[in-house]
Nanobody, 124 residues
Framework: QVHLVESGGGLVQTGGSLRLSCAAS????????MGWFRQAPGKEREFVAR????????DYADSVKGRFAISRDNAKNTVYLQMNSLKPEDTAVYYC?????????????????WGQGTQVTASS
């Protein structure tokens, strides 16, 4: 069992930065690929970033590539999302997710655990 709690969301001006954290409870955190999705009002949930079990492989949605960086600290059971150069279109609720299968993470079909979400708002 893994329980995920996100933090670090908030209101920021266009061009600003935020760092999201996702703290996991449970001893099996290091067995999961981790990542982030987001959902804007009236839109479907979409993939943002993923990171492999040991952190050596990362992948990003085209819309955030070069601006966002995902990392993890398995000793602290925490995954991070550094968001730079934020745009109004980045405004959404951001969800942390744990998936035993890195290759299918983007599809959400094998995600085992979700966090409750944290609001990110980038104002123009």
């Amino acid at each position: 069992q893994v329980h995920l709690v996100e933090s670090g969301g908030g209101l920021v001006q266009t061009g600003g930065s935020l760092r999201l954290s996702c703290a996991a409870s449970g001893r099996s955190f290091s067995h999961y690929a981790m990542g982030w999705f987001r959902q804007a009002p009236g839109k479907e949930r979409e993939f943002v970033a993923r990171i492999s079990v040991r952190g050596g492989i990362q992948d990003y949605a085209d819309s955030v590539k070069g601006r966002f960086a995902i990392s993890r600290d398995n000793a602290k059971n925490t995954v991070y999302l550094q968001m730079n150069s934020l745009k109004p279109e980045d405004t959404a609720v951001y969800y942390c997710a744990a998936d035993p299968v890195y290759s299918t993470f983007v599809t959400m079909t094998s995600v085992d655990y979700w966090g409750q979400g944290t609001q990110v708002t980038a104002s123009s």
